[in-house]
């Protein structure tokens, strides 16, 4: 809107997100100039409030960037002591073990950790560096000086929920100016999206690749809890319906972290990704170890899959994508933090250069150079042809071709290439007509739950006295057209139950329930149409994620 005046601050570094990657760059930028400007802006109600992985930390990253971090009482306390992979059946399970896989797959010299306690306590650290960090702050709006970004619009507060324009309590936020602007806003940010989309970043790439991860914290009977341990599996209940798998990691206290991903470029549109997720739990195995326990918190969120093959640009005028933003996530490994914090790293150490030798507003190549060069490049390379791999041929290829090829890619060469990756998730996904309705279980309120009951446990609250920051391009598109071809899949996979059809025939209509969003951005990836935007809402809006 240009006709609302806004206070301007400026700095030298202006950070969207208060993530691994943003609170990373903040703390090495502080670490290199103590002078330096820098501000963190997180829409979440606290740093980690947003914050969700698996977790196994490769503490490589938090090495290189703070090297004491263990006499600094940082929150990564339980090593890994056991590193279990199964294949699974309805009632069985095999063993997979460890020693074809190239060494760096082990999780041995790794940490279970929540990361949103690690992202509270780097958050502390930045703030003793003097670093600015302001929660509950939205970034809504990019703000350009000519061609470059120069800053982010902040705060802003009291649109009226039918209209969107300014109601009576109106607080028009803020323009936070920088000489560089890093969007370190996770998977799907929707300013990086407008970035991309502006200067054309994604040319020449593959199309970015996304699964929906969904995670539950248990306490557990002490008897079967083994603190360190780790177990993924891949198989039952998904099959052939899709590609995805588990994971389950002992951490301390008596709580286990349960969680699922569900890669979304399935084709049948009547997969439930939340409800493979809460069948999954009544796999023998898992029952058994949940038997007694509680489920005391739920998340879900969207993890960048492309890997190397589709990491965009990462550069424009003025402005940087770090972390998740421009998915830097190891498929294979299922990790990501490690190289987020690097990335951060990289991004700072570039603009401290730049903006030391008088320079502002530029393209960071220097970052460009460090990522794809360095430490992360290395990372994401070697395991480039597992993901398209699994993709096109199903999961016994991806094991057995995926770990040959990683073998190779120790010794600098490649049974495959760069394999391609095709569609995108959207494109991916089937007429309703070509397959058939998949019948699940009713949760049975002890091991499996309903979305709703679940989506209380995220605790989410929205301001309902705003406008839905979930927008459609096209309001008709929901019931004529996804609805007879693809059976509305937005009821389905939205693991938060945002989307219903409410009434049959004439009578059906289209309702978003944006006050249960956990921001996991899954519409925004899979809707067949791409009719749905996701936009950030007020500040302090979303999930309230405990330790996840």
């Not at 997720?277 to 509680?294: C, I, N, S, T, Y």
Request: net charge neutral.
């Amino acid at each position: 809107m240009t006709d609302v005046v806004r206070e301007k601050m400026k700095y030298d570094v202006v950070i969207v997100g208060a993530g691994p990657a943003g609170l990373s760059a903040a703390i090495r930028l502080k670490q290199l100039d103590s002078d330096l400007t820098v501000v963190v802006l997180e829409k979440g109600s606290e740093v980690g409030a947003h914050i969700l992985s698996g977790a196994v930390l490769d503490p490589c990253g938090l090495d290189a960037l703070i090297p004491d971090w263990r006499t600094r009482g940082a929150p990564v306390k339980t090593e890994v002591t056991e590193d279990n992979f199964y294949i699974l059946g309805a009632a069985g399970r095999v063993r997979i073990p460890n020693w074809p896989m190239p060494r760096f797959m082990s999780n041995h010299g790794n940490y279970i950790v929540s990361m949103a306690n690690v992202c509270r306590w780097m958050a502390e650290q930045a703030e003793g560096l003097g670093v600015e960090i302001f929660p509950g702050m939205a970034c809504s709006e990019l703000v350009y000086d000519g061609t470059r970004v120069a800053g982010v619009v902040a705060g802003e507060f009291g649109r009226d929920p039918a209209t969107g324009q300014p109601g009576p309590n109106y607080e028009p936020g803020m323009e936070l100016l920088g000489k560089y602007v890093f969007l370190s806003e996770g998977v799907r940010g929707s300013l990086a999206k407008e970035v991309i989309a502006k200067y054309d970043l994604s040319a020449g790439k593959e199309p970015q690749k996304f699964g929906l991860g969904m995670k539950e914290i248990w306490e557990i009977d002490p008897a079967k809890h083994k603190a360190g341990t780790v177990t993924h599996t891949m198989g039952w209940p998904l099959g052939r319906n899709a590609g995805g798998g588990s994971f389950i990691y002992h951490l301390e206290n008596n709580q286990v972290y349960v969680g699922f991903v569900v890669h979304l470029n399935y084709e049948n549109p009547h997969l439930y990704p939340y409800m493979e997720f809460q069948r999954f739990k009544h796999h023998p195995m898992v029952a058994e170890l949940l038997k007694g326990g509680k489920r005391v918190a739920y998340g879900a969120r969207a993890i960048s899959e492309g890997g190397w093959q589709s990491i965009p640009k990462m550069v424009a005028p003025g402005v940087a994508l770090l972390g998740c933003t421009a998915g830097l996530v190891n498929v294979p490994r299922i990790k990501g933090n490690h190289n987020a914090m690097l990335s951060g790293i990289a991004a700072a150490e570039a603009a401290h250069a730049a903006i030391k030798g008088g320079r502002a507003g530029d393209e960071l190549a220097d970052y460009e150079v460090a990522v794809r060069t360095g430490a992360i490049g290395r990372d994401l390379k070697r395991v480039r042809n597992v993901k398209p791999l699994w993709s096109r041929y199903g999961l016994v290829a991806s094991l057995l071709g995926g770990g040959v090829d990683m073998w190779a890619n120790t010794v600098g060469l490649t049974v495959f290439g760069t394999l391609k990756h095709g569609k995108s998730d959207a494109a991916a996904t089937g007429k309703a007509a070509d397959f058939k309705v998949i019948d699940y279980p009713k949760p049975d309120g002890v091991l499996s739950f309903d979305r709703l009951t679940n989506v209380a446990y995220s605790f989410t609250n929205h301001d309902e006295a705003q406008p839905a920051h979930l927008k459609l391009r096209d309001a008709s598109i929901p019931i004529a057209v996804n609805l007879p071809q693809y059976a509305e899949p937005a009821q389905r996979y939205c693991p938060a139950g945002v989307y219903e059809v409410v009434g049959d025939g004439a009578a059906a209509r289209f309702q978003i329930n944006f006050q249960n969003c956990v921001h996991c951005k899954t519409c925004d990836i899979k809707d067949p149409s791409q009719n749905i935007i996701w936009t950030t809402p007020q500040g302090g809006g979303g999930p309230n994620y405990p330790n996840m």
